[in-house]
């Protein structure tokens, strides 16, 4: 996956990824949209936004968390 919205600058919000270098960190996004607001909700609140940007923003979340899923044991 292109995560050509993703930014990452050392000097700007610590280093967190970022979208599109706007000062909009990805966990923003992330925490919005678990909290219920809609694409809609958060792009009228954040203008500088764009649809894209939220899915990409998820996206890029969910890669960052992809580990190997190991099963311990068969369920009952």
């Known amino acids: 996956m292109n ?3 993703i ?3 050392p000097d700007k919000l610590e280093g967190k990824p970022a979208v599109r270098g706007l000062r909009i ?3 923003t996004v992330v925490r ?3 909290g219920g607001w809609t694409f809609d909700e958060i792009l009228l609140d954040y203008p500088d936004l764009e649809r894209e940007d939220i899915k990409q923003a998820l996206e890029y979340a969910a890669a960052s968390t992809n580990v190997h899923f190991y099963r ?3 369920p009952a």
């Open 3 to 5: 995560f050509d919205r």
């Open 7 to 9: 930014t990452v600058e």
């Open 25 to 27: 960190t990805v966990e």
């Open 32 to 34: 919005l949209v678990a």
């Open 72 to 74: 311990l044991r068969e």
